[in-house]
DNA sequence: CTGAAAGCGCTAACAG
DNA sequence: CTGTTAGCGCTTTCAG
């Protein structure tokens, strides 16, 4: 259990140097050489202390996922497929991940660099950062590598990933339009993040296009909370002309407001027609199913790394900026 | 960025040792000498380099998660909320997380054993065991600290959390019952799982003492998966007289089996009453809403850890076994 | 209450 | 192709 390198050398008749060559499988080695130090690393059941390694070559193999902690986390569906993603590609490049949930405070704007210096990452994945997060400031100052998920950062070029919200809020506008819908109303998301932005962005843009007015009674705030958005845009039915059409910044908020409808006593998507965003398994179990903007989360975890470990490796320069196509997907509320 | 312990000793004129034990807050330090101390560690941003620690030390803070790797992990609600728990409690004990994906292979017995010869890790969670998987017992050979969620082994005492699964599908039987219901089939979940085998297990004794008998037709096998239970629990409704009731030893195959009962004509609860087991987030959304038995998954994560830093404190001794309550949620689908 | 010495187990860099 | 020499940055242990 506490074999260490010098006694497999030892036993060897080699130096510690070859044995590290054999396990590290670079450097040139003899075939025999390397032969016979295999057997002996394999009979004693030998593994490397993996810490000691990665102090003495300054790289851990280790990346971390920040996040913004709250109780039951991964039952926010965004990140549960984004972290999926990130521990598939992750695997697939022989890194491990370590989960850093993050408390935001205003009191402390350096948590993201004090987890940079702890030396136990070679990079990290933030994820679901608000556009005005001191805290990225700080560590990129540094030059310590990230990439931001869920994140077009304005104030500064950072290294990024996301969906084409702009696009997918204008495809989900248009596609309501072509439902023969014109009181669109529009439920946005949290504007402290910056696809909350985007989509409502696209949603006016699309307006525009279309040649209808947008109005700004028709649209509410959710913040990306169900229950928020269920209170919220009862005010989207109390007027005189009531919206034909809803379109929603992420699902949760949709499905919250399809039970507003639902509870008003109208008809989804008789009277009113939902669209969503994200795609979330919720979408496909709620009734009516979800008609929902699909952005490929999953992919984005996995596009995140890759992006991380060519940072690391200077494979590529900062600032790399990477949108992934969203798409339509039809069910049964639009 | 690169500031050292001993470049704050040189500093502040002190040795190293005093450093580290101002940044260990143990052992006995003049006020005056701490102050000082941790002015010039804040002055300069110093933060301790916690490979290097961990090596000099042999703690590494560090808890790892095993998890049988498969795409999109954590959209598998049982891990997502486990997880969730997990985080919660190795945060308030100043612990990290490291997910340990693991593809189980008949040629390797030794993986979990492997990452804790790694020695990055101080104990280790492992979640959705196989009641036979042989990589556990060359694990439980060294000593390694290690506790197993749902889980509870036959074979060999092992620490585990779990919950009573036992007692909790005697409930579901127990009020399908109560709604005057005789004819109850079962769709259970892999009997490679011990919460699978002990959930059947739970049905066979709550129908005996209920006085109804067990007929073999009446159970089919779903693997805790939707898609088998819906192709599966086809063959239940197949024979003569059918069943009025089905308990399902999950949620997702209940999900599975309402479908079926639906897509053959049959109304939920009306003709077919259905249970679940687990209470996952979709239980919640699907129609009917579903009745089922709620496990309490994020506290079993919680409590995953709290036994584990128990064990390494030494505070416990091996095998440590925990069994949870579960709760019946009644909702519409019986 | 503080310090000195001695590693933890490995790899980088250079020599041969 | 292989070995030697120096650490990586911290804590342990034992003195004082």
């Known amino acids: 259990m506490k074999i ?4 497999i050398a030892k036993k060897a008749n080699v130096s510690k ?81 370590l989960l850093c949930p993050v ?32 805290n990225i400031d700080a560590l990129a100052d540094t030059g310590f590598p990230f990439v931001l998920v869920n994140q077009r950062r304005y104030s500064r070029p950072c290294n990024f990933v996301d969906s084409q919200n702009i696009k997918g809020a204008r495809t989900a506008v248009r596609h309501l339009h072509g439902l023969g819908r014109r009181e669109i109303a529009c439920v946005a998301g949290s504007m402290d993040e910056s696809n909350g932005r985007d989509r409502l962005l696209g949603y006016r843009r699309a307006m525009k296009e279309l040649g209808l007015p947008v109005r700004e009674d028709r649209i509410v705030y959710g913040d990306f909370d169900q229950e928020t958005a269920y209170r919220e845009s009862l005010r989207l039915f109390e007027g005189g002309r009531r919206p034909t059409a809803v379109f929603c910044s992420d699902d949760y908020m949709a499905i919250g407001v399809v039970k507003r409808i639902q509870d008003l006593g109208l008809r989804v998507p008789g009277d009113v027609a939902v669209v969503g965003f994200d795609d979330i398994e919720a979408a496909l179990y709620v009734q009516p199913a979800l008609t929902t903007i699909r952005q490929p989360m999953v992919e984005l975890g996995r596009t995140s790394i890759d992006i991380l470990l060519d940072l690391i490796d200077g494979k590529q320069k900062s600032p790399v900026r990477r949108l992934l196509p969203t798409e339509l997907v039809r069910r049964d509320s639009a």
Request: glycine share 6%; hydrophobic share 40%.
């Open 4 to 7: 260490t390198l010098a006694e």
């Open 17 to 97: 140097m070859t044995v590290s060559r054999v396990l590290g499988g670079k450097g040139p080695i003899a075939v025999e050489t390397r032969r016979r130090v295999m057997r002996i690393i394999d009979d004693m059941g030998y593994h490397p202390n993996l810490i000691a390694r990665s102090l003495a070559s300054r790289r851990s193999m280790i990346l971390g996922v920040i996040i913004p902690w709250k109780e039951q986390l991964l039952l926010d569906n965004y990140v549960a497929q984004v972290l999926s993603g990130v521990m598939d590609s992750a695997r697939n490049h022989h890194y491990r991940i």
């Open 103 to 134: 408390e935001i405070t205003r009191d402390d704007e350096k948590q993201y660099l004090n987890i940079a210096r702890t030396r136990l990452l070679d990079g990290m994945i933030l994820v679901q950062t608000k556009t005005d997060d001191p």
